[in-house]
């Protein structure tokens, strides 16, 4: 199973918005809308911030957004802020034998 | 509030097995999945394998060889083995609590060196 396809950088200053895309197969992010997205500050563990797709846990201010289209999820954070710079990572549901895969993760630079 | 634990060795010798243990607090390990997850220094996660409270389990298939994940109901605790491991295992090891597409609690992480 490969991992999900993920930009290594994305940028953007305070305020504006930024888009991860996150690319896969018909064997997972393209059949299943089980879809998620963690966030990780250096030296910290991840912290999730979309599950299926475009839903947001308890917590998660609501600039950070999911979509889906196809083989390709997103992931997008408006109103960017300092707090934001991060490494981000997609994972997906990918069936009953591979079961789960994560993306290659992206660097999240406000500028 | 619920927390997970990772403990166990920081060395462990090639060829040997790996073994890590995850304490969760707050909350019964009952009625949820728990998940492994690693994490090569520099490099992206890796989804290893989850565990259910009754015990079902299923492992990422090219670690299904080596890897063994179960759990302690009565602990409430679940535990990682990995067997004949090499260099390329060195990671941190996290648990949490989830499926790979919904790990809504993760341990803090412990670093784990396969060297001689």
């Known amino acids: 199973q490969s991992a999900l396809t993920q930009p290594p950088s994305a940028s953007g200053s305070p305020g504006q918005s930024v888009t991860i895309s996150c690319t896969g197969t018909?064997?997972?992010?393209?059949?299943?809308?089980?879809v998620s997205w963690y966030q990780q500050h250096p030296g910290k563990a991840p912290k999730l911030m979309i599950y299926?797709?475009?839903k947001r846990p308890s917590g998660v201010p609501d600039r950070f957004s999911g979509s889906k289209s196809g083989n390709t999820a997103s992931l997008t954070v408006s109103g960017l802020q300092a707090e934001d710079e991060a490494d981000y990572y997609c994972?997906?549901?990918?069936?009953?034998?591979?079961?789960?895969?994560f993306g290659t993760g992206t660097t999240v630079t406000v500028l | 509030q619920v927390q997970l634990q990772e403990s166990g060795p920081g060395l462990v010798k090639p060829s040997e097995t790996l073994s890590l243990t995850c304490a969760v607090s707050g909350a019964s390990i009952s009625g949820s999945f728990w998940t492994w997850i690693r994490q090569p220094p520099g490099k992206e996660l890796e989804w290893m394998g989850y565990?259910?409270?009754?015990?079902?389990?299923n492992y990422k298939s090219s670690l299904k060889s080596r890897v063994t994940i179960s759990v302690d109901t009565s602990k409430n605790q679940f535990s990682l083995k990995l067997s004949s491991v090499t260099a390329a295992d060195t990671a941190v090891y996290y648990c949490a609590r989830g499926v790979v597409y919904r790990l809504d609690i993760w341990g803090r992480g412990t670093m784990v060196t396969v060297s001689s």
């Open positions: 994972s997906s549901y990918a069936g009953s034998n591979n079961f789960g895969v």
């Open positions: 565990i259910s409270h009754s015990g079902s389990a």
């Open positions: 018909s064997s997972d992010v393209g059949t299943y809308n089980y």
């Open positions: 299926e797709v475009s």
